[in-house]
Nanobody
Framework: QVQLVESGGGLVQAGGSLRLSCKASGRTFSSDAMGWFRQAPGKEREFVAAIRGSDHSTYYADFVKGRFTISRDNAMNTVYLQMNNLKPEATAVYYC????????????????WGQGTQVTVAS
């Protein structure tokens, strides 16, 4: 059974940083893209960042603006999201996704999802 478990969320002041982790188990995703999405209260889930398994190419939403960095450790079957200079509008549940091979900036591009981790940025 495939499981994705996110960690690292929490409460942070505006301007602060958090590092999210997502560890996969049940299968290896080293050849597949992994990504992060987020869903704020009352809003639809949106793409944040993705990283390919083959060459570790990275993709970011425009609102990231160089403040977030996605990375992965294939040996650990884990993907990370380093978030710096956080703003209150970043408050959301952040979801890890895995198994992407196409349309990796879209939800339908992934076959596996984590349960999410809450990130709250206080102003």
């Amino acid at each position: 059974q495939v499981q994705l478990v996110e960690s690292g969320g929490g409460l942070v002041q505006a301007g602060g940083s958090l590092r999210l982790s997502c560890k996969a188990s049940g299968r290896t995703f080293s050849s597949d893209a992994m990504g992060w999405f987020r869903q704020a209260p009352g809003k639809e889930r949106e793409f944040v960042a993705a990283i390919r398994g083959s060459d570790h190419s990275t993709y970011y939403a425009d609102f990231v603006k160089g403040r977030f960095t996605i990375s992965r450790d294939n040996a650990m079957n884990t993907v990370y999201l380093q978030m710096n200079n956080l703003k209150p509008e970043a408050t959301a549940v952040y979801y890890c996704a895995a198994g992407g091979n196409y349309a990796i900036t879209r939800q339908y591009g992934y076959g596996f999802w984590g349960q999410g981790t809450q990130v709250t940025v206080a102003s």
